[in-house]
């Protein structure tokens, strides 16, 4: 394990799936709006019909590739989405390091398209990792990071 990370290198502290389902809740919220606001701009500078659209599943699949860009450039860029970083958690590999880009994509796709199946298969499943399927396939785990204490051992003095 590197050193960049914050926990001791020989305790790796598992997220919660609690945490876990609430830091998605977050990261839901933020991409469903952002989604439903564009693609009600392109309707209606289309001049299609929005609520045909949404009553006939029309979201699903833009929503799904839009959740799945931005898991994959926030987790793969800084391991954390908005959602991770307010419950301190983020994603890293089984030793506790960085993820490669095609274990985030793997882990990615899981909870874009398919999220249900992906936490009750990881349910039955799992092993003492809490990981869902998707995150068992990349090889990747969600762990809980301490707040940084490195501005404790900061003094401020005035001139």
């Known amino acids: ?53 949404i009553t006939n599943d029309g979201m699903y699949v833009p ?7 931005y898991w994959i450039i926030l987790e793969y860029k800084t391991g954390q989405t908005l959602g991770k970083k307010i419950f301190n958690l983020k994603i890293t590999n089984i030793d506790g390091n960085k993820p490669d880009l095609i274990s985030i994509v793997i882990s990615s796709f899981g909870k874009s398209f398919i999220l249900p199946l992906d936490i009750i298969l990881g349910l039955i499943f799992t092993n003492e990792k809490r990981q869902r399927i998707f995150n068992k396939l990349g090889r990747t785990i969600i762990i809980k990071i301490k707040e940084s204490s490195e501005d404790s051992d900061i003094k401020y003095i005035k001139d």
């Open 1 to 53: 394990m590197n050193s960049s990370n914050n926990f001791d290198s020989s305790k790796i502290i598992l997220a919660k799936w609690k945490d876990r389902f609430f830091a998605w809740v977050i990261d839901f919220v933020i991409i469903s709006l952002i989604s439903t606001s564009i693609v009600f701009i392109s309707f209606q500078y289309l001049n299609q019909n929005f609520e045909e659209f």
């Open 63 to 69: 929503t799904s590739v839009l959740f799945f860009s």
